[in-house]
């Protein structure tokens, strides 16, 4: 069925429309915590970096380095993000979108290289970083939890 918008009047309409973020996925998890005793850890605790070194820059490049990952574990410095599949690009389960292909595929693009950014930023901070994805943890979340209680040591 064709659009009853134009291209730009379509754009219009989708821009102002706001994403509540991956509240399930994340309850989820949180749940998961309160179950196991899993204590210690903030919901979307902004975590900051210094600005980048050398010579100064203006733009992007000067802005300083934050992040909000979806738990922080800030006395064991242990960052978790759970990624969701349709949005992270997920290997297992990630079905493309056959409209607007070109969109989507550098939409999901762009995350993917912006969660590889975090993630580098992140560890050369001395974090680390546990990236979790939404099947997996409806699947296996045991496994998941497991997981992360290794990295908490």
């Keep these: 069925m064709p659009d ?3 291209q730009s009047k ?3 309409v989708m821009s102002r429309i706001r994403g509540k973020g991956n ?5 989820r998890l949180a749940r998961l915590f309160r179950e ?6 903030r ?3 902004e975590v900051k970096g210094p600005r980048e070194a050398g010579r ?9 380095f934050k992040v909000k ?5 800030p006395r064991e410095r242990v960052a978790v993000l759970v990624d969701g599949c349709f949005w992270h690009g997920c290997p297992r389960c990630y079905q493309k979108p056959k ?11 762009g995350n993917q290289a912006r969660d590889r950014r975090v993630t580098r930023q992140l560890r050369a901070k001395g974090w680390s970083v546990c990236r979790i994805w939404e099947c997996r943890l409806q699947k296996s979340p045991e496994v998941c939890v497991r997981r992360i209680e290794r990295m908490l040591g």
């Design 10 to 12: 379509r754009s219009e």
């Design 69 to 73: 990952p979806d738990f922080v574990f």
């Design 99 to 109: 409209q607007n292909a070109k969109f989507w595929r550098e939409k999901i693009g």
């Design 43 to 45: 919901r979307q605790l």
């Design 23 to 27: 509240q399930s996925t994340e309850m």
């Design 56 to 64: 100064r820059k203006k733009g992007a490049a000067a802005r300083r």
């Design 4 to 6: 009853v918008f134009t």
């Design 36 to 41: 196991h005793g899993i204590t210690g850890w």
